[in-house]
C-alpha cells in the first residue's frame, strides 16, 4: 500500500475511499494532492477488486479550492507550460463509480473537483460555490461546463459571477448532489451507496458512467446510439448471462466481473 504525503487511502470490501488530508489549508488541492488523488484513484480503478470509490474531505472541508498561495505568483507562461490543472482530467476520465462525500467547505476546486465524481451526497453542513472572481480569475478545473450542465445557466452564471456559496438544500434542489444526510450519517451514507455499487458488476457499472458522461459530449440521437451499442455489447458479458439467469431462478445473481 502506497503512502501519501495529502491524502488517506483505505479499503473496506470492494470499496476504495480516499480522504483529502491537509487539514491546516482546509484541504486546498495543491499539486501533491493533485498527484496524490490522481494516483490513488488510478490505482483503485484498475483493481478488479474494487467497485465503487468515495472520494471525502473533513468535517470542515471537502476543499476550500485549488492552493491560492502555490499558484499566486506564477506566470501565464508557466501556468501554459505545464497545463495547470490537466492532470485532474484523468481523475474525471475514471470509470470505477466515484462518489463525492461532501461536507462543509467545496469551493473553487474543491466544488470542481466534486463536480468530476459521478455523484455527490452532501452533508447537511455542505457549502457549494464559485468565489474564483474574487481572486480575479474564473473557475480553472471544469466549473464553467460542469456546473451549468448540473445547475444551468442562471444559478451558474449567479455562483460564477457573484461568487455566493449554496446551501446543501439549494444543491440538491438544483440537481447538483443527489442526496442531503444529516452531517453525522454522511460516511455511512456514502459507504452505503458505494456498497451497492460496489456488489454489482463492475465492467457493466462502468458502461454505464461511460453511457451517461456521453450526454455532456454528445447529441441525443448519437448518445441514444452509443448507448444502444453498449447495452448489445453487454450482452458478450458473464454478468448480463448471470444476471438475467438468476432473475429467472429468483436468486440473487452471483456477479464475477466478467
Ligand atoms: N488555498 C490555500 N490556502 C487556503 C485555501 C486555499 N484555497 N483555503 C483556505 N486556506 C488556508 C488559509 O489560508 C488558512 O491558512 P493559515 O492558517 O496559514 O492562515 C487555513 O487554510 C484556514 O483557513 P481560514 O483561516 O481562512 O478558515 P476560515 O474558517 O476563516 O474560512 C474559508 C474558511 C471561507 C473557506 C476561507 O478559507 C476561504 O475563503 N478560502 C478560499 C476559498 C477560495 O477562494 N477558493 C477558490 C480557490 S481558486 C480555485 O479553486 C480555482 C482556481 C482556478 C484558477 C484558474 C487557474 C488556471
Known amino acids: 500500500n502506497t503512502e501519501y504525503e495529502t491524502i488517506l487511502v483505505s479499503r473496506d470490501g470492494r470499496v476504495g475511499v480516499i480522504t483529502l488530508n491537509r487539514p491546516k489549508a482546509l484541504n486546498a488541492l495543491n499539486e501533491q494532492t493533485m498527484n496524490d488523488v490522481v494516483a490513488a484513484a488510478t490505482e483503485l480503478d484498475r483493481d478488479p477488486d474494487i467497485g465503487a470509490i468515495i472520494l471525502t474531505g473533513s468535517e470542515k472541508a471537502f476543499a476550500a479550492g485549488a492552493d491560492i498561495k502555490e499558484m499566486a505568483t ?30 462543509g467547505y467545496a469551493l473553487g476546486g474543491g466544488c470542481e473537483l466534486a463536480m468530476m465524481c459521478d455523484l455527490i451526497i452532501a452533508a447537511d453542513t455542505a457549502k457549494f460555490g464559485q468565489p474564483e472572481i474574487n481572486l480575479g480569475v474564473i473557475p480553472g478545473m471544469g466549473g464553467t ?29 438544483s440537481g447538483l448532489v443527489a442526496r442531503v444526510v444529516p452531517a453525522d450519517q454522511l460516511l455511512d451514507t456514502a459507504n452505503d451507496v458505494a456498497r451497492t455499487i460496489a456488489g454489482l458488476s463492475k465492467p457493466v457499472a462502468q458502461h454505464a458512467v461511460e453511457a451517461v458522461n456521453a450526454a455532456y459530449e454528445t447529441t441525443l440521437q448519437q448518445g441514444v446510439q452509443y448507448e444502444r451499442r453498449v447495452f448489445h455489447g453487454l450482452f458478450s458479458t458473464a454478468d448480463q448471462k448471470e444476471g438475467m439467469t438468476a432473475f429467472s431462478e429468483k436468486r440473487k445473481a452471483n456477479f464475477t466481473h466478467e
Open 74 to 103: 506564477k506566470s501565464a507562461a508557466e501556468m501554459y507550460r505545464v497545463d495547470f490543472f490537466s492532470p485532474w482530467d484523468a481523475f474525471a476520465r475514471l470509470r470505477t463509480p466515484k462518489i463525492a462525500a461532501v461536507s
Open 145 to 173: 461546463q460542469r456546473l451549468i450542465r448540473a445547475i444551468g445557466k442562471s444559478k451558474a452564471m449567479d455562483m460564477i459571477l457573484t461568487a455566493r456559496q449554496m446551501d446543501a438544500e439549494e444543491a440538491e434542489r
